[in-house]
């Protein structure tokens, strides 16, 4: 190589014919030209892919079908790869990483959905204290208080809870109450309100059933000490995790909703007090959707019907006590 290019460099210029490339590269002879029957019925590219999805059921490729063709940059070594048999012992490959995913970001808690939360979760909002005076007509047992009860600091706050369109609407009482009345009911009505689990929590799913089972205890010491007219159990969990801390088994094909029989009245003194009867009426949360708004209004309205006859004759009986105390003043 060298040494041609000093030999070319020797020659005069003047004497030499004009530069061309004819004798040196050969142009002509790297031009593809087509033979007949390539060009009277020209073939398609084909994808090694495609050819060997089109392949039989039984995995063997049709005779008419050419073979895929090794792409340049596959190597000995790859194909050894793909033939070799799967190890289904081996762990699998690691996953990949993705920036931002919520198990790859740092500093971050996850919580599963749906899933149990310690009370440390929302320690940071407040209890709900109870709404309780003596001798009330009906002391309500709750759930636990959501998320917007323990901002707000009332009871049933959540805009898509029922309960108090469910008391008016059922006739406990005469008028729409609000949220922000809850202190009020004992003196207004006298309807106390209460929970089965006093720290809160965005949903059931989130309280353990061993907390849930320990609140029962409280419960009657609540009715022994109160002595309601009645205890409103407002879900049929609550009622579930009564029944399983009194008789060790699940209420099963005995669950009922509305009134239930005297031996589970709550509270009971023996030689003292009967105890407070008990209701069973529906969850008003708005994630409760087992039975239609009809069904609900139906089992609240029994609830309603009584309160309303027990309040009438409370006043009866209020009158009889004004009209007996003006005569012996008098």
């Known amino acids: 190589m060298h040494q041609e290019e000093s030999a070319e460099a020797a020659v005069d210029p003047e004497q030499s014919p004009p530069a061309t490339f004819k004798g040196r590269l050969q142009l002509d002879s790297f031009k593809y030209i087509a033979s007949a029957e390539a060009t009277m019925s020209p073939l398609p590219r084909r994808n090694p892919r495609r050819t060997a999805a089109a392949s039989s059921g039984d995995g063997t490729t049709p005779a ?125 009505y006298s309807l106390g309100l209460t929970n089965i689990v006093a720290r809160p929590s965005r949903n059931a799913a989130e309280l353990s059933r061993a907390e849930m089972d320990d609140g029962v205890a409280l419960l009657e010491e609540k009715a022994r000490r109160w002595r309601p007219e009645a205890m409103c159990v407002v879900g049929k969990g609550i009622w579930e995790s009564i029944w399983r801390v009194r008789r060790g088994r699940p209420v099963g094909a005995d669950f009922r909703y509305g009134w239930q029989d005297e031996r589970e009245n709550m509270g009971v003194t023996d030689g003292e007090w009967p105890g407070a009867r008990v209701f069973v009426a529906t969850s008003t949360s708005g994630l409760a959707a087992s039975l239609s708004p009809a069904e609900k209004q139906a089992i609240w309205a029994q609830l309603g019907s009584w309160v309303q006859a027990r309040r009438a004759a409370r006043e009866r009986e209020a009158e009889a006590d004004r009209r007996k105390d003006k005569e012996m003043a008098s």
């Not at 971050?108 to 909002?125: I, M, V, W």
């Not at 009871?155 to 009482?173: E, Q, R, V």
């Not at 609000?178 to 202190?183: G, L």
């Open 64 to 188: 008419s079908a050419s073979p895929p063709r090794a792409s340049p940059g596959s190597s000995v070594e790859a194909e050894k790869r793909k033939r070799a048999p799967v190890d289904r012992h081996s762990p699998p490959p690691a996953a990949a990483h993705i920036p931002g995913s919520p198990s790859t970001r740092q500093g971050k808690r996850t919580r599963t959905a749906g899933g149990y939360a310690p009370p440390s979760t929302y320690a940071h909002l407040p209890l709900l204290p109870d709404a309780v005076a003596p001798n009330l007509l009906v002391f309500f047992i709750g759930l636990n208080p959501g998320i917007q009860t323990a901002r707000t600091g009332h009871a049933y706050a959540h805009p898509s809870n029922l309960f108090w369109k469910l008391l008016f609407s059922s006739g406990i009482t005469p008028r729409p109450c609000r949220a922000d009345e809850d202190r009020h009911m004992p003196a207004l």
